[in-house]
Every structure is written in structure tokens, then in C-alpha cells.
């Protein structure tokens, strides 16, 4: 889907959320690496990253084409400070309704709005898309973004003690939470 804003950040300047395009590829790979290896939060490790840029130009342009999946990067000043997304869960009957939503942003650009006006977007793509439940988990010590979430909507269902095993053999518990888009009709 494509997707274009503007926002006004806490500090005063101006972010632009957009789905990302080919030429994004190289920003989003590198902004791709370093948030993976500045928290303890996301799924993989940075080195277990080997997309080329070649192929994150055709993933972006898949995002960018499809009708069913957003990819979205928020830049300010020309840098991509952070991506975001929505992709579906399936495109069978009984699970089409259903997307997945994910974020990350650079550690140092948190606090300022970006996270905020990455998941007001999201949720409005996933509206835009007709999914009627927007999906996500996220490590329960995650305050920051279990806050950003709780306010946004999203309420708890479900937790995974053992969701994830971090490198050092510590469980790292996730909790599963879910929004609304529409009355559920
Ligand atoms: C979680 C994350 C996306 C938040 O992004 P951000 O740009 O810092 O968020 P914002 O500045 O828009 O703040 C959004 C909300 O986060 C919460 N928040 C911000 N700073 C916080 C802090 N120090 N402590 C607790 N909550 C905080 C607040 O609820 C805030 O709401 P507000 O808009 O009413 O102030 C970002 O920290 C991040 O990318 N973290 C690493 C990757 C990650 O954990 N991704 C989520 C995986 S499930």
C-alpha cells in the first residue's frame, strides 16, 4: 500500500511516514541493522540479517504494490529514523481479517513522537487495507512500547513465557495483544 504524512515531532520538526520506496533500501537495511542491535526486544539478532540491498529494494516494492501489506519508514531531516509495518495473516477466509504489526525505531530517536506517528499510521493503513484485527507481541519488559501500545488500543490476550531464548539462555516472556479496527461486523 502506499502511504504519505506529515507530522510534527515533541522537538518541533517535521517527520514524513511513508511506505518506503527502492530507493530507501540501502536507509532501511542500515536502520534495520543498528535497531536490531541496540535492544535485547526485537525478534532476531543483527548478524542473523543477510538481505542484500537488491533484495530489500524488491521487498520494499512488494510492500509499496500490495493491496493486503504496508512497509513504512519515518524520515526526518532526509534519515529514515525508524520502519514499521502491517502484513497480513494469511489471505484465506477464515484469517483475511487478521494483520500482524511491527516497529523499530533508532535508539537515538526515541522519546520524540516517531514511535507514536509510526503506529497511528500503521493502525490507519491496516484500516484503509478493510483488516478488521490488528495483531502484535512484545517482550513484557518492554515498558516503552507496551505503553505506546496500551494507549494506542490494544489490549492483552495472551501471554508466551517462553517466547523467546536470548543468546545468554534467559526466557524472555511475550505478550500477545490485539486491536479492534472496526465494530468486529
Ligand atoms: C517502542 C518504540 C517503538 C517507541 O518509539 P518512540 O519513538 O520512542 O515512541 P514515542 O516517542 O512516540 O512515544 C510513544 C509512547 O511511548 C511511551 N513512552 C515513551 N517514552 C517512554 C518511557 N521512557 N517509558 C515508558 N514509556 C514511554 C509513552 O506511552 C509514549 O506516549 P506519548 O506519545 O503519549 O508520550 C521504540 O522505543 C523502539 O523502537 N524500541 C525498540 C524496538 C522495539 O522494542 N520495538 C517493539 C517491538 S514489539
Redesign the pocket.
Known amino acids: 500500500m502506499e502511504y504519505s504524512q506529515k507530522v510534527l515531532l515533541k522537538d518541533g520538526r517535521s517527520c514524513v511516514v511513508r511506505s518506503g520506496t527502492e530507493q530507501d533500501a540501502e536507509g532501511v537495511l542500515t536502520n534495520f541493522i543498528a535497531?536490531h542491535a541496540q535492544?535485547e526486544?526485537?525478534t532476531t539478532y543483527p548478524d542473523e540479517t543477510h538481505i542484500t540491498i537488491e533484495q530489500e529494494k524488491a521487498y520494499l516494492k512488494g510492500k509499496t504494490d500490495s493491496k493486503r501489506d504496508v512497509a513504512l519508514i519515518a524520515e526526518v531531516d532526509g534519515v529514515i529514523t525508524?520502519t514499521a509495518g502491517v502484513d497480513s495473516m494469511g489471505a484465506m477466509d477464515k484469517t483475511k481479517h487478521r494483520a500482524h504489526f511491527?516497529?523499530?525505531?533508532d535508539q537515538s530517536?526515541?522519546?520524540?513522537?516517531?514511535?507514536?506517528?509510526l503506529t497511528d499510521a500503521c493502525i490507519e493503513c491496516a484500516k484503509a487495507m478493510g483488516y478488521v484485527q490488528l495483531e502484535?507481541?512484545?517482550v513484557a519488559d518492554?515498558?516503552?512500547?507496551l505503553?505506546?501500545y496500551r494507549?494506542a488500543g490494544f489490549i492483552e490476550y495472551g501471554r508466551n513465557p517462553k517466547s523467546f531464548r536470548t543468546r545468554e539462555g534467559k526466557w524472555q516472556e511475550n505478550v500477545l495483544m490485539r486491536l479492534e479496527l472496526t465494530d468486529g461486523n
Open positions: 535497531t535492544t526486544f526485537l525508524g511491527g516497529i523499530s525505531i530517536w526515541w522519546g520524540i513522537g516517531i514511535g507514536r506517528a502484535l507481541e512484545v518492554n515498558k516503552r512500547a505503553a505506546l494507549s
